[in-house]
């Protein structure tokens, strides 16, 4: 009897299963849709498009809208505009960008400018060649060269000064007859039946205008009001970096990036033109040390001087009495889009990293490389669900690039920060150790982190290969230890 009723009760039990699942994945479905209309009535204005309003107010014909005009906005409205679409770029504020963010550009990123045409933007701007990086640990320091001899002798890092950088591009994009470059700030996005149509916008002069196109791209950087009705924003802020400019000194390492495993985390350093050279210090945790009220040039006098290579030292406390010290708080958001008809996000608005390996403007000049191709067969725009569905193959083709990039910068900031955990020492002790041993134990992980061979599985070998070394290392140390007769605690 009981084997007559075997099949039924797992009939039942698969029946009641799957309404259990059913039940719960629409439940967590209602609740996501629930969040995303949330977050969409704050940032998103529905209209009307019966009266025919659906049409730009000042500029006809217009094929894509861009929010920001900085690394990502100024780029990307200039491969548009060289492919022949009409774009109608608004950025906040056209004035040259002053800032501590993006002026290291790595080789692959250098890459991609070449790849849209862009590269003379780093070229009349004072920016400096980068060859690779110079790390230091306890006094000691490797040399990690980029493994540049496959391609021209112009291939290289560059590093430069931001807003140089992202005023040479406004000024190309500018430049093309069909890319309108206007100053203004985008309020909300316009959306009619679950399509973005365009956005709400102040000009310059304080009037509120709406702009209509059949794609708009939403570059407006680590802080954006609009994504949220985009993504599912999830930005964690490990840390904060504090920067500072070094006037009139050498680094040890010419043309080369100088990371410094301090305590209680790593220091950056690289030149940004001719005579000045950027540092960066990592703060851990979300809260710096008050710079009104001194203790910042405090902390930096006591505690960071005296991990720094003795060639930068005066220099440094020359920066810090100066009194120029700005801060930036260093987010990390992975990529997590509602695809949605009629709107993309690109550059930090869409996904972030720690900015320890630089890695920012190379993910999203990538991207626009990855967006560009996937844009240029389509000559209209306008069937706004179709174009949303093609788009979705931008999220997978950018992931090689992206991810690697990103996954990377996250674990060296682990590993690189100082840990009272013996575990942590010892692995940092043992990616030092690994990076020195040039070759391929060098030239595989800096040409991942900067761009210029971005595949996960080279990635995930390195990962494996540095564990391996580093329990390799504590064998032959506890060995060496029970030889001459000591004993590991
Ligand atoms: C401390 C720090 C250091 C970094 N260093 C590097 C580095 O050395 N190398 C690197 O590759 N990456 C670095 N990054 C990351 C890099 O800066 C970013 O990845 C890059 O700037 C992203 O470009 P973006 O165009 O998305 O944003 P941004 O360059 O910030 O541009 C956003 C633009 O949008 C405009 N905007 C904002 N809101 C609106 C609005 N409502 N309406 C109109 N316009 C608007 C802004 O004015 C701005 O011009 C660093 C990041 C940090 C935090």
Redesign the pocket.
């Known amino acids: 009897m009981a084997d007559q009723c075997m099949p039924g009760w797992i009939l039942a039990t698969l029946f009641g299963l799957s309404a259990i699942y059913y039940l719960v994945t629409k439940k967590k479905e209602q609740r996501a849709n629930k969040d995303l209309l949330e977050a969409r009535s704050e940032s998103v204005n529905s209209i009307a498009t019966t009266s025919g309003e659906c049409r730009s107010s000042n500029v006809s014909d217009v094929d894509v809208i861009i929010?920001?005009?900085?690394?990502?906005?100024?780029a990307l409205a200039h491969t548009l505009g060289k492919d022949g679409r009409q774009v109608h770029v608004?950025?906040?504020?056209l004035t040259e960008?002053d800032?501590?963010?993006?002026?290291?550009?790595?080789p692959g990123?250098y890459l991609k400018l070449i790849e849209l045409g862009l590269e003379d933007c780093v070229e009349k701007i004072d920016a400096q060649r980068v060859f690779g990086y110079a790390l230091f640990k306890d006094g000691k320091h490797t040399r990690l060269s980029y493994p540049l001899e496959k391609f021209h002798s112009n291939v290289a890092g560059r590093?430069f000064h931001?807003g140089r950088f992202?005023q040479r591009m406004r000024d190309k994009a500018a430049s093309l007859p069909n890319v309108q470059l206007e100053q203004?700030?985008?309020?909300s996005l316009l959306e009619d039946k679950g399509t973005i149509r365009g956005v709400q916008?102040k000009t310059k002069d304080g009037q509120e205008l709406k702009a209509f196109a059949p794609l708009t791209i939403v570059?407006?950087?680590?802080?954006?009001?609009?994504r949220r009705s985009l993504c599912n924003p999830k930005v964690d802020v490990p840390s904060c970096?504090v920067?500072m400019v070094l006037e009139n000194c050498q680094l040890p390492c010419a043309n080369h990036a100088h990371v410094i495993l301090g305590d209680p985390s790593p220091i950056l350093m690289y030149p940004i033109s001719s005579t000045e050279v950027r540092c960066?210090v990592d703060v851990p945790g979300q809260k710096v040390p008050s710079i009104s009220s001194g203790e910042m040039a405090k902390y930096l006098k006591t505690v960071v001087a005296p991990q720094l290579p003795p060639e930068v030292y005066d220099a440094f406390l020359a920066a810090v009495d100066k009194g120029n010290i700005r801060t930036?708080?260093?987010?990390s958001m992975p990529a997590a889009p509602y695809p949605t008809p009629g709107a993309l996000l690109?550059?930090?608005?869409f996904n972030?990293r720690h900015?320890l390996t630089?890695?920012?403007?190379?993910?999203?000049l990538s991207d626009i490389v990855v967006l560009r191709n996937l844009l240029r067969p389509l000559c209209n725009l306008n069937d706004a669900p179709t174009l949303c569905k093609y788009l979705e193959s931008f999220y997978t083709l950018r992931k090689p690039v992206a991810s690697t990039i990103n996954t990377l910068a996250g674990a060296l900031y682990k590993v690189f920060c100082a840990s009272p955990d013996q575990a942590m020492k010892e692995m940092r002790q043992a990616c030092f150790d690994y990076l020195s041993l040039g070759g391929v134990f060098s030239a595989g992980p800096v040409s991942l982190l900067s761009g210029l061979n971005p595949r996960p599985l080279s990635l995930v070998a390195h990962f494996f290969a540095v564990a391996i070394y580093g329990v390799g290392r504590l064998f032959c140390h506890s060995l060496h230890l029970n030889a001459s007769g000591l004993e590991l605690d």
């Open positions: 929010v920001g005009a900085g690394v990502a906005g100024a608004i950025e906040r504020d960008p800032r501590i963010v993006g002026e290291f550009l790595q990123g590093s931001n992202i203004g700030t985008v309020i916008y570059c407006d950087g680590c802080f954006s009001n609009l970096f920067g960066l930036m708080p260093n987010r690109m550059g930090d608005a972030m900015p630089g890695g920012g403007m190379t993910v999203a």
